[in-house]
């Protein structure tokens, strides 16, 4: 005999994958087992209904879901919403099947109208003569096989199927834990032979007017007493199950309770671990049910991993904006977490940077190899770039900004010694390079570096905030220091950067030679003179129109450097707290020598700037970015990084607009204000003598 179990629940609100899996339970432990074969079919759209009974050819349709009187029976859409099947068409059809199907069993609310119509052709047909709780219906399919199972008529099944509600409600089963098995066995007598179930929770069994005791022959065993010990024996096996059903579902509940938040703590996983040798459950029990609950779980992280891997396979990384908004909208569908996406997200996303960034280097390997006098690129080169950057899968702007680096910087580059002091506060020299180009000012020029692009994590290190707070009062930590946290991983795209701050003479050129965007500039602001000295005593918004006319005439897009962009380019890869190692001596900055950090010494206090290179450069090759005179980044006040970018743009959303960053320290500080990770702020129309900048641009 072939059973069919058509399931369908475009709602979402019924549990219909354990009805199935129970229904296929029972019958797989029925004493007659090997005479029944039982098929499934979820989300069954109404198009599909005759081509499933075609292809099955099934004895028995069992159909659980929602029904809803007059309205019929739902069934899913075609475009996946809900769509009712009335009770006529539903009789027409299962007329042309009725040479196989014998039974129907129409496991949904108010589905009797629906059993009138179709038992017209079908022998039985079972439906619902109001709502009938989930549990309920599903005790009444398990009493109602576990009957068929045991060859019984349509008839006697639909009694087990009714008496098994009957135990259900009564509450017998629970009773297992403390009663005797003799005991219990005379509840389950007198519960067959006196107690009566409430009317509304009774399925209504429809036979078909013309039905005879061959047709019924054909679908069960032939009809015959059944003895009470039979009867007792098929019903007891039936409380046992329901007993069994209830802790599960009591441990399953408290199961979806944990998982609400999509995890399992430590202490979630150990209560179930109680709760389960309360009720008795075994650990491959409890192993089951946690696996069928963490299922869809696992499906849509699985499903959100195969994409984010699909497309990057596909050679859609770097994903552009439609991607990552397309990419959100599925996390929103499949409910994942923003925890969720990021541990899925960071290691594949991690690793496809790498790999991108490797074929960048093969790409701009290509191109310098191919690069001629005067950064010209004969056709065949660069068709045959073309043909690179196709077959890397590159992006036209990351292709682009590439080739204006390397047409910019080609041949240019400076060596230089770069600084560490180690523990005995000696200091030793390590070689250096570094690409850059100049830009012509007139009479003057402007070096600017290139800064590669890269990761760091940026602010206060645990170091740091130990010894910051055995250094300064809670209130000075507090007011100064704790600004720089929480430390944050940032991702700074490629950049070039003023070798020097701005100097005098620099800054001379262009408030004298060139047009006037916004604002007038005096040309010799400083307090201490001397071309090639820092300029200072210029505001914020002085040193903004300095980048703006620059910009006009270069064609170029000079700026201030973001604080993201500084304090890595000040860092050049290093997490200590100065450039050069835990400490800094006043050989390799100026700044106030008659104060120390860490392990270092007290110096000379110079009580002025000193010309720009006066010291040695970090590993990017940038002078002075250690004291000299503070410079003035993009970025408005904020009070920590709760919020911060974490692309390097400039953080000018919220915070104080009327506050500018600095960084660098300068000649007269401490040098715990001189850090790499230092950060304070001044009003963006203050001058000082001992304020300044330096320029950043794009290579785009």
């Given at each position: 005999m072939k059973i069919l179990i058509l399931a369908s629940n475009p709602?979402?609100?019924?549990?219909?994958?354990?009805?199935?899996?129970?229904?296929k339970e029972v019958i797989k432990k029925s004493q007659n087992r090997q005479a029944f074969e039982v098929e499934d079919a979820l989300a069954v759209k109404v198009g599909q209904l005759q081509e499933l009974l075609f292809d099955h050819r099934p004895q028995i349709v069992h159909f659980c879901g929602h029904g809803s009187g007059q309205q019929g029976l739902v069934f899913e859409g075609n475009d996946g919403g809900e769509q009712w099947v009335r009770a006529e068409a539903l009789s027409e059809m299962f007329r042309l099947?009725?040479?196989?199907?014998?039974?129907?069993?129409?496991?949904?609310?108010?589905?009797?109208?629906?059993?009138?119509?179709?038992?017209?052709?079908?022998?039985?047909v079972i439906g619902m003569s109001q709502a009938i709780r989930d549990d309920a219906a599903i005790a009444f399919s398990k009493g109602f096989y576990r009957a068929v199972g045991y060859e019984r008529s349509i008839e006697e099944a639909f009694e087990f199927g009714k008496?098994?509600?009957?135990?259900e409600i009564s509450g017998s089963s629970k009773m297992r834990s403390v009663t005797t098995e003799a005991v219990r066995k005379a509840e389950v007598v007198n519960a067959i032979q006196h107690t009566e179930i409430p009317e509304h929770l009774k399925p209504i069994?429809?036979?078909k007017p013309t039905l005879t005791t061959s047709s019924r022959a054909n679908i069960t065993a032939p009809e015959q007493p059944l003895p009470q010990e039979t009867r007792v024996a098929i019903q007891l096996d039936i409380d046992k199950a329901l007993e069994t059903d209830t802790k599960v579902k009591q441990y399953r509940d408290r199961v979806r309770e944990f998982l609400g938040d999509r995890k399992l703590s430590a202490l979630e996983t150990i209560r179930l671990e109680r709760l389960r040798k309360d009720l008795g459950l075994s650990e491959a029990e409890a192993t089951q049910i946690l696996a069928e609950e963490m299922e869809p779980i696992l499906k849509a992280r699985d499903d959100y991993e195969a994409m984010l891997i699909g497309l990057i396979e596909a050679g859609e990384y770097p994903f552009d904006p439609k991607t990552e908004a397309e990419l959100q909208t599925i996390c929103q569908e499949l409910q994942l977490t923003d925890e969720e996406v990021e541990a899925i997200k960071q290691p594949i996303i991690e690793a496809a940077d790498e790999d991108y960034r490797g074929r960048l280097k093969r790409y701009e390997q290509g191109i310098r190899a191919a690069l001629?006098?005067?950064?010209?690129?004969?056709?065949?080169?660069?068709?045959?770039?073309?043909?690179?950057?196709?077959?890397?899968?590159?992006?036209?702007?990351?292709?682009?900004?590439?080739?204006?680096?390397?047409?910019?910087?080609?041949?240019?580059?400076?060596?230089?010694?770069?600084?560490?002091?180690?523990?005995?506060?000696?200091?030793?020299?390590?070689?250096?390079?570094?690409?850059?180009?100049?830009?012509a000012l007139g009479g003057v020029t402007l070096e600017m570096v290139s800064i590669a692009d890269g990761k760091f994590t940026m602010g206060q290190t645990e170091a740091e905030t130990q010894y910051l707070t055995q250094q300064f009062s809670k209130e000075d930590y507090q007011k100064w220091f704790a600004i720089e946290l929480p430390r944050h991983k940032?991702?700074?795209?490629?950049?070039?950067m003023g070798k020097y701050a701005v100097?005098?003479?620099?800054?001379?050129?262009?408030?004298?030679?060139?047009p006037k965007v916004k604002i007038d500039l005096n040309p010799d602001p400083s307090h201490f003179k001397g071309a090639d000295r820092p300029v200072e005593k210029v505001s914020w918004d002085e040193a903004v129109e300095f980048c703006d006319r620059l910009s006009q005439k270069a064609g170029k897009n000079y700026r201030l450097p973001s604080e993201a962009e500084w304090e890595y380019a000040c860092r050049a890869g290093t997490t200590t707290p100065f450039y050069c190692g835990e400490t800094i001596a006043t050989d390799l900055a100026n700044y106030n020598g008659n104060y120390t950090y860490g392990s270092g010494t007290k110096g000379v206090y110079r009580e002025k700037t000193e010309a720009v290179g006066s010291f040695p450069p970090n590993a990017f090759g940038l002078y002075d970015m250690h004291g000299n005179v503070w410079e003035w980044c993009a970025d408005y006040g904020h009070g920590n990084y709760e919020g911060a970018p974490i692309d390097g743009s400039a953080w000018i959303i919220g915070g104080d607009s009327d506050k500018r960053l600095l960084r660098g320290g300068s000649w007269y500080i401490n040098p715990a204000y001189c850090r790499s990770c230092y950060r304070d702020f001044d009003?963006?129309?203050?001058r000082d003598f001992n304020l300044g900048f330096r320029v950043v641009c794009g290579f785009a």
């Open positions: 709602r979402k609100d019924l549990n219909l994958d354990r009805e199935i899996r129970d229904l099947f009725s040479s196989n199907v014998g039974c129907v069993l129409l496991n949904a609310c108010y589905s009797e109208e629906q059993a009138n119509a179709i038992v017209n052709h079908i022998d039985y008496n098994a509600i009957q135990l069994l429809k036979t001629v006098s005067h950064y010209l690129l004969p056709s065949s080169a660069r068709q045959s770039l073309n043909q690179l950057q196709r077959s890397l899968m590159l992006r036209y702007e990351d292709v682009t900004r590439i080739e204006k680096s390397i047409a910019a910087l080609e041949s240019k580059a400076f060596n230089f010694q770069v600084p560490r002091i180690e523990k005995d506060c000696t200091i030793t020299y390590q070689r250096g390079q570094a690409d850059y180009f100049a830009e940032v991702s700074i795209p490629s950049f070039l100097t005098q003479a620099q800054w001379s050129v262009v408030a004298t030679d060139l009003a963006p129309v203050d």
